[in-house]
């Protein structure tokens, strides 16, 4: 039998739903990196509402948005991987050449999407942590959980220290490793000749993140100050005082389309940089679990009250963990203290809280309560490439000098708003659109670049 697509009947409704939350939770980080500075974005930006409206829009992003559907779609991206070789590996073996095709073409929307619309995408990063996925592809369902969990764990050590995140603390990398240490331990149910070589991988990483950082006078600066310079750029932007523009700012409004696509370049390569440095093996051990989440059949044959289980011990964890990141966060923006334990809590908090959202989306799909968002998140999610390319196009036509040149003008609670409505927008669009074809557009033109012929879209009447 020659190897095709999965047609629409034999999709997993479910995963597809999770995707399209993943989606709208993606959409609403991404708008603040188009619209404003990177060094401004991740603040509260106020505007007309007033700054308690753009405070409680801050807590909201920070607690329950930031790095948890990035962390929810990088798990699903994994389960994807597992039923793609499921199903090509049954149809005639042509697995390798299939996935790497598909691949490649992933890469090539990339960095179009990264050079044109969106310096901090996501397609290519996705594309070397597959084929590092693609490389452990003969491992078993175990061994992905464990060395899974071993990655994500460890690079919460590594991660947090190396990259952009500020100064290196001793307590906090010994608590994490230590911490880490102990739950791999208590995971391991076999061979512990393998626990002690997972723990002794953490205390290798805490250690190299000590030693790259140990010297005080290579301390970052505080939040407080990064806030502080963050607020007189914007109030540069809003009274058009030159001379303190940003650079993101000031290439948009003196510039043309030659000098944005300059500075595309150089934030996506800086952003690639970055994601080598301290991203790419907790995507990968990310792959990792969803891969073995779906192989093992717990996304597919769990229980409403398994799932119900689930997302009381993911959000009883995560949530907790993430309102205190957010709470001891905007102390330290005012400078009430400067202790770097939030953006441990924040990365910490983001993976159970992640399977928490996700198992209440699956319990919604297994009682039966098909509302109309859910169908909606559920075509939002079937077309994931489509609209998440769609995402990136509409929000630049409002940004960019090309189109209506909002960049910098709108407030944080303004752009949330916008982002909720764009996406409801393009779900809704892919809902009509699935009703005529089996897929979205840009699906469609990479299953035929991935399957080498043309492929029949078009639903018969």
Known sequence: MTAAPIEPGARIASLDALRGVALLGILVANVRQMF??????????????GKLAAWLDWGFFDALVDLKFITLFSLLFGASFALQAEHIGHADGRYSAIYLRRLAILGAFGILHGLLLCPAEILLPYVVAGLLLYAARGLGTD??????????ATTVVWGFQTGSLGRVSPLITAASAAGFSLA??????????????????????AVAALLLRWDPHSWGASI????????????????????????????RQSGGFQQLLALHARQYSLHLLYFSIALLWRTLGLFMIGAALFRSGVLTGSSPATWKRVSLVGLGIGLPLSVLATVLQSREIHGLSDWRWPEWLHVASAFPLAIGFGARVMLNEHIGRRHWWYSRMESAGRMA?????????????????????????????????LAVVVFVLLASLSHAWLRHYRMGPLEWLWRCGTYWRWLPNRLAA
Do not use: C, H, K
Request: net charge negative.
């Open 385 to 417: 490439l489509t609209n998440y390319v769609a995402q990136s196009l509409l929000m630049a036509s409002l940004a960019e000098p090309w189109g209506f040149g909002l960049y910098g003008r709108l407030s944080g609670p303004e752009l949330t708003a």
């Open 224 to 251: 407080a100050s990064e806030y502080s310079d963050a607020m007189r750029g914007l109030a540069a932007m809003r009274i058009g005082d030159s001379r303190s523009w940003p650079e993101e700012f000031s290439a």
């Open 36 to 49: 404003l500075p990177m060094d401004i974005a991740s603040f509260a930006v106020p505007g007309r509402e």
């Open 143 to 152: 061994s992905l959980y464990r060395i899974g969990i071993v990655l994500v």
């Open 184 to 205: 791999v331990v208590l995971l391991w149910d076999r061979s512990w000749r393998q626990a002690l070589g997972a723990v002794a991988a953490i205390m290798l990483a």
